[in-house]
T-cell receptor, first 114, second 114 residues
Framework: GQQVMQIPQYQHVQEGEDFTTYCNSSTTLSNIQWYKQRPGGHPVFLIQLVKSGEVKKQKRLTFQFGEAKKNSSLHITATQTTDVGTYFCAGDDPGSGGTYKYIFGTGTRLKVLA | KAGVTQTPRYLIKTRGQQVTLSCSPISGHRSVSWYQQTPGQGLQFLFEYFSETQRNKGNFPGRFSGRQFSNSRSEMNVSTLELGDSALYLC?????????????FGSGTRLTVV
């Protein structure tokens, strides 16, 4: 079945350093979404990418969708302690027969050291 | 506007019992999806309902079931609880199906089976 893997699984950075998490799907996705889950909280929607090669920015966060629509990345510039949490990508696999599955990636847990 | 409301927040059940969890989506959201989150397995898709119809189902045993009412509120039921069912159960709603525009998650119900 479809799998969406994220690397790295864990990342510890010093405050001010950059951070990148990569999301790789075994199948082509019609779109990809990113979520952030703070410790003890629930996932919060960050952004959706739809087009091949699309790049979107939100302040210090840069999101990219691969040309083949099978991978994506989230880059955070100059991390802050408020960036702590687990970042998930999620994709909509068109599937077959009119069905689809919305699959979450394995997540990358970010810890920022002050 | 009110967010996604899940009740109860915490639940302790004995192995073999059954449990019903409730989710009230954001007003106007017609799609409700359920996810199981555990430290080892991440976010696992349970099912999605749209306009009272189950649109898709994840790879969970038949002990897991759900339904959606005409007001879009949803319930999920787990019968014959097992220790491995201990998890955070998250409900997510979106305006249309296929998580278009992103999911809004509730705070979850933390189920502990003893």
């Amino acid at each position: 079945g479809q799998q969406v893997m994220q690397i790295p699984q864990y990342q510890h950075v010093q405050e001010g350093e950059d951070f990148t998490t990569y999301c790789n799907s075994s199948t082509t996705l019609s779109n990809i979404q990113w979520y952030k889950q703070r410790p003890g909280g629930h996932p919060v929607f960050l952004i959706q990418l739809v087009k091949s090669g699309e790049v979107k920015k939100q302040k210090r966060l840069t999101f990219q969708f691969g040309e083949a629509k099978k991978n994506s990345s989230l880059h955070i510039t100059a991390t802050q302690t408020t960036d702590v949490g687990t970042y998930f990508c999620a994709g909509d696999d068109p599937g077959s027969g009119g069905t689809y599955k919305y699959i979450f990636g394995t997540g990358t847990r970010l810890k920022v050291l002050a | 506007k009110a967010g996604v409301t899940q009740t109860p927040r915490y639940l302790i059940k004995t192995r073999g019992q059954q449990v019903t969890l409730s989710c009230s989506p954001i007003s106007g959201h017609r799609s409700v999806s359920w996810y199981q989150q555990t430290p080892g397995q991440g976010l696992q898709f349970l099912f999605e309902y749209f306009s009272e119809t189950q649109r898709n189902k994840g790879n969970f045993p038949g002990r897991f079931s759900g339904r959606q009412f005409s007001n879009s509120r949803s319930e999920m039921n787990v019968s014959t609880l097992e220790l491995g069912d201990s998890a955070l159960y998250l409900c997510a709603s979106s305006v249309t199906d296929r998580a278009a525009g992103g999911y809004t998650f509730g705070s979850g119900t933390r189920l502990t089976v003893v």
